[in-house]
Every structure is written in C-alpha cells, then in structure tokens.
C-alpha cells in the first residue's frame, strides 16, 4: 500500500515535491523545475509500480514453498530497504513512507528465516 501512497502523495502535492527537488538540486534553473517534477513523478510511479509487482509475486512464490523466491524476495527487500534512504535523503517529508515501509520489509525478512516453521516450510523434501 505505501509502494503507491508515496507516489501518489508526491503527485497531489507538486509544490513538495518541487520543493524537496530545488532543495536537493539548488543549481537547477527554476524554468526547468516544472519538467523535473514531472520526471521525479513518472520515475517514481514506474519504480514503484515494478515494487509492488516483484514484491507480489515474489510474495506468491515463495507462499508455495518455492526456496529460490525465498532467496529473491529477501534480496528485494534488502535493496528496496537500501534504495528507500534516497527518499529519506530526499527530505523528512518523506519519513512517513520510508520508516514504515522499511519496518515491514525488515518483519517481512524475520518471517521468512527465524521462526523454525519457516525454516521447516522450505526446508529440501527429504
């Protein structure tokens, strides 16, 4: 859910995101900052939409059992965790995904390996 709040949010708010833009980048020449908001916009949407999709359906595979899924989901959320701090470097305006989300990545990861049912779910057929 927070994969689409984000860029949604960013979207409803195209003077925040302008801001947090010049803020970051304050050589940029405000006659290009309309077109910078528009390419922050579809870059998020498009990284955000291939997220959730990997997300899914590494989520689904790894329900059936799959240890390979296993294995890729926990590296998906390791590098969306690790790619999440460029929003927050971005500005504390965007705390309110980044904190949450990385929160659900790290329980996701505890799930997948700690509890011995799990570690017993993929464990190789004997």
Do not use: C, Q
């Not at 927070?2 to 708010?13: C, E, F, G, I, T």
Request: charged residues 10%.
């Amino acid at each position: 859910m927070l994969y689409v709040a984000l860029p949604v949010a960013m979207a409803m708010n195209r003077g925040s995101t302008g801001a947090s833009i010049m803020r970051n980048n304050p050589s940029l020449d405000p006659a290009d900052l309309g077109f910078a908001v528009d390419a922050a916009l579809v870059y998020t949407f498009v990284l955000h939409a291939v997220s959730a999709a990997l997300a899914i359906w590494f989520t689904v595979k790894a329900l059936k059992g799959r240890r390979w899924a296993r294995v890729a989901l926990t590296g998906y959320l390791l590098l969306a965790a690790l790619g999440s701090f460029t929003s927050a470097a971005a500005g504390a305006e965007y705390y309110w995904a980044v904190i949450p989300t990385d929160a659900i990545h790290l329980v996701m990861i505890a799930v997948l390996w700690l509890p011995r049912s799990a570690r017993r779910f993929f464990a190789v057929p004997a």
